[in-house]
């Protein structure tokens, strides 16, 4: 009994994703050491690894920005929709936004402005993500995706509208440039680094230790505490059981009592919010330059790191941990492509798709496997008898 | 469902005598789609009287290469699958044969198309195989291929590639494409036989007809004898190997890829399809529909930045309209026609 249930940890999800990780890790690193030690051998200058953990951190934030958006596409998954089009509603978001912000500045005190607009941005994704929903709500035959189809080329088409080809930027603005502290390190940790040295005649290297600072993203603090809201909401509250209940059966639940249509308007409309989070950071992550085609893309970003968390697309199961937990996976394989086998997105590709077909089949071929061994177990018992 | 009731009103014989434009809009859902296209370039051709004449030429062959592509997504439309690394695809043998063309091992135009749609097939296979035995959704199956053809495009390491140019093409194939034959370029001459031979395939052919019967009822199907499984495989071949042509053809129309080239052109397919009416669930669709598709695209991507000067965003805008448009229509359509034959049967 016991043993089945270690067996039965080791089969969840998120521990195979933990495993990925520490996997992942252990390989960077040692492609890392072992690069470090040919740069040796080579007498180049002084030698620091690259992939480390404070520099892990420091550099996550482009990797955190669509959690915000996986975190919102965690409540469409769950409820077994899909939705295509919240890249185009955050950069329509942060369209308004910076457009708002230009209009209010001139009309009042700049900070107020800023929160005004900032107002304005997440009005815009909640309205966007209304329109989707009651969309999908009222036309049932239709494909979620279908529709989100439309209205992302519609989000999209809207975005340059509003500010044309031409990229939107506030230059020498405090207020504005604000922004970027929102998305970058606010809090330093000192910590000690070794740093090798080749001094010149020596055979072998020398270490040393040099204090260096390394800044904690506010994104990542941002995205942990986003997580931990939509933590309790998922696995802790009767909204969340009655949105896995929706994703499982969705006739079954209207039965008994939930008003699927209204409460899946909402949940399209929390996602439409995190888009527009998401199209905030985004304007501090590109230092304050607003571009149409921003975030384009980005769905499908948030989409893999949700169906590697777990979530599947037809919905009622998933957790959000292992939603973090691939948002990490998937930071660490960027980073460390990037960094130790130098191949920047080509290779950080290709393994992604990977990983994403293996990480949705993997479930099925097990599933199989079991049904396979219960019938022949049933099979032994029934000619034994 | 809706055949169905089409059927039934058929066969009563009131409606057999009478004209019934809401059976007649949904049995035949390219004509409304003819009819925008009519309105849009009735418009066009208000504010600029010579748009026809001077574009219709460069609208066949800017459709061609989407509408290669969009009759193989049919297919796999129709089995009420998705695939979204078409435009991955296209760009993976795209940039595969032209490598194959700098290194001299290629030099006919036949063996480029042959390389092209040999990877295309390939990639439809590991799809279609996924699809169907594996189990796991289309759109996230093929959303991995995205990110592996993307992935394979600019591995310098194994074939040295990360670009194609003009320099790198050899004559016949690069000005094959693109010699006009009675004042057409030839590239639309293809892209009506690809469209020819899938349209009479689905129509004619015993398993033209099962992938139809697949998308509408799998069950049942399978009940009359239909290999579900490698009529679903076979839907997501057809559709790689014409992504796999469509990168051809686009090799030899601009004579240059890159990586991430075609991003986005992916959902210009779906758009086109489900602009013909094609039913994303499955079963319903015509291949006439989905060049009337094709051709309104690529009229707004000409007709919209002409109309409004300089504006080439803009065609986003009315795509997601129209689509929108489209397809709500289509459900309203649908739902009237439903209702009409419910009361019609006294229910």
């Given amino acids: 009994m016991k043993q089945k249930k270690i067996c039965q940890r080791l089969i969840r999800w998120e521990t195979m994703l933990v495993v990925l990780l520490i996997v992942l890790w252990v390989v960077f690193d040692l492609k890392d050491a072992a690069s470090q030690s040919a740069d040796i051998a080579n007498r180049k200058r002084t030698i620091k690894d690259v992939f480390n953990l404070p520099n892990m951190i420091s550099g996550i934030g482009p990797y955190m920005l669509y959690g915000f958006m996986a975190l919102g596409m965690t409540l469409i998954l769950g409820m077994g929709g899909i939705d295509i089009s919240i890249g185009a509603i955050g950069a329509m978001s942060a369209a308004v936004m910076a457009v708002c912000y230009g209009v209010f500045k001139s009309a009042m005190n700049p900070s107020l402005a800023l929160v005004l607009s900032a107002v304005c941005c997440l009005i815009t994704g909640a309205a966007c993500g209304l329109l989707n929903g009651a969309l999908i709500t009222r036309f049932r035959e239709l494909f979620p995706m279908i529709i989100t189809l439309g209205t992302q080329l519609l989000y999209r088409g809207l975005t340059y509208l509003l500010i044309g080809g031409k990229p939107i930027q506030y230059k020498d603005d405090t207020v504005w440039e604000s922004l970027k502290m929102l998305y970058n390190g606010s809090i330093k940790v000192e910590y000690s680094e070794k740093v090798l040295k080749m001094a010149k005649g020596a055979t072998e290297p020398t270490e040393s230790y040099i204090t260096s600072t390394m800044s904690i993203p506010n994104i990542l603090l941002w995205f942990f505490a986003f997580a931990l809201i939509f933590f309790v909401f998922l696995h802790l509250t009767k909204w969340g059981r009655q949105l896995f209940a929706i994703g499982t059966n969705r006739e079954a639940s209207r039965l008994s009592g939930v008003r699927v249509a209204n409460f899946e308007l909402i949940m399209y409309m929390i996602c439409g919010i995190t888009a527009a989070i998401s199209g905030m950071f985004y304007i501090g992550s590109a230092s304050g330059t607003m571009r149409a085609d921003a975030l384009k893309g980005y769905e499908m970003y948030a989409i893999a790191a949700v169906v590697l968390g777990g979530f599947s697309t037809n919905g009622g199961t998933g957790n959000i941990i292992g939603v973090i937990l691939s948002m990490f996976v998937f930071a660490v394989m960027k980073k460390g492509m990037g960094t130790v086998f130098l191949l920047i997105e080509n290779a950080m590709d290709l393994a992604v798709g990977v990983v994403l077909i293996v990480a949705s089949l993997l479930p099925n071929i097990l599933e199989d496997i079991s049904i396979k061994r219960r019938l022949h177990r049933q099979h032994k018992e029934a000619a034994l008898s | ?347």
């Fill in chain 2, 1 to 347: 469902m809706s055949e169905m009731n089409n059927k039934a009103s058929k066969q009563s014989p009131k409606a057999k005598k009478k004209f019934d434009f809401l059976t007649f809009v949904v049995e035949h859902r390219e004509i409304p789609l003819l009819a925008v296209l009519a309105l849009l370039l009735i418009v066009v051709t208000l504010f600029i009287p010579t748009y026809l004449k001077d574009n219709y030429v460069t609208i066949l062959r800017n459709s061609s290469i989407n509408l290669v592509m969009a009759a193989g997504m049919l297919c796999v439309l129709l089995i009420g699958s998705i695939d979204i690394s078409v435009a991955a695809v296209l760009e993976l043998a795209a940039v595969v044969a032209g490598v194959l063309m700098r290194g001299g091992q290629v030099s006919s135009i036949l063996g480029m198309f042959a390389i092209g749609i040999g990877i295309g097939i390939i990639a439809g296979l590991i799809n279609g195989t996924l699809v169907s035995f594996g189990r796991v959704l289309p759109i996230i199956v093929t959303l991995g291929m995205t990110y592996l053809a993307r992935g394979l495009i600019p591995m310098n390491f194994l074939l040295g590639m990360e670009k194609i140019s003009s320099i790198d093409l050899v004559d016949p194939f690069k000005s094959f494409i693109l010699q006009p034959v009675l004042g057409i370029p030839l590239i639309v001459y293809i892209a009506l036989a690809v469209v020819l031979i899938i349209g009479l395939f689905l129509k004619y052919t015993t398993v033209g007809r099962s992938i139809y019967a697949t998308g509408s009822n799998p069950e049942a199907a399978q009940m009359r004898g239909v290999k579900v499984k490698w009529i679903k495989v076979l839907a997501h071949v057809i559709c790689g190997a014409t992504a796999g042509m469509a990168g051809i053809m686009r090799l030899g129309f601009y004579n240059a890829i890159e990586k991430n080239a075609a991003t986005g052109q992916e959902m210009y397919v779906i758009a086109a399809c489900v602009l013909g009416g094609v039913s994303v669930m499955g079963g319903y669709g015509k291949i006439t529909g989905v060049v009337v598709g094709a051709i309104l695209v690529a009229t707004i991507d000409s007709a919209i930045p002409q109309l409004f000067t300089g504006q080439t965003m803009m065609t986003d805008l009315f795509k997601g309209l129209l689509i929108l448009a489209a397809i709500l229509l289509n459900v309203l359509v649908q739902r009237a026609t439903n209702k009409r034959n419910l009361l019609g049967r006294g229910i």
